[in-house]
């Protein structure tokens, strides 16, 4: 699976954006996907991630009532739409997806073996 994370910006604090995880290669709808991200000087966070299906998600408590994790399969595309957006979300955003197709999700970065290239997110103050 070939991942292209796309949407990332400047974005004043209190804006929104939406963040787009498209594949390529294999059948996207078919694995579950998740959202990292790594701001500067700090590890890589867990962020979001929505199972195979679309039916089940699961969210860093530091994004909770802000941030929504979504999938069109038909278009084979996961979203990330961020809202009330903080300067402490500033960072490099990456979709991820497991090496397994119908497998579960999960907030390990290490149970993810397909990482796109990440899309810069600027919040300022």
């Known amino acids: 699976v070939q991942l292209q994370a796309s949407g990332g910006g400047l974005v004043q604090a209190g804006g929104s954006l939406r963040l787009s995880c498209a594949a390529s290669?294999?059948?996207?709808?078919?694995?579950?996907c998740g959202w990292f991200r790594q701001a500067p000087g700090k590890e890589r966070e867990f962020v979001a991630a929505i199972s195979w299906s679309g039916g089940s998600t699961d969210y860093a408590d530091s994004v909770k009532g802000r941030f929504t994790i979504s999938r069109d399969n038909a278009k084979g595309t996961v979203y990330l739409q961020m809202n009330s957006l903080k300067p402490e979300d500033t960072a490099v955003y990456y979709c991820a997806a497991p090496r397994e197709a119908l497998g579960a999700f999960s907030s390990l970065g290490t149970e993810y073996d397909y990482w796109g290239q990440g899309t810069l997110v600027t919040v300022s103050s």
């Open positions: 290669g294999r059948t996207f709808s078919w694995y579950a």
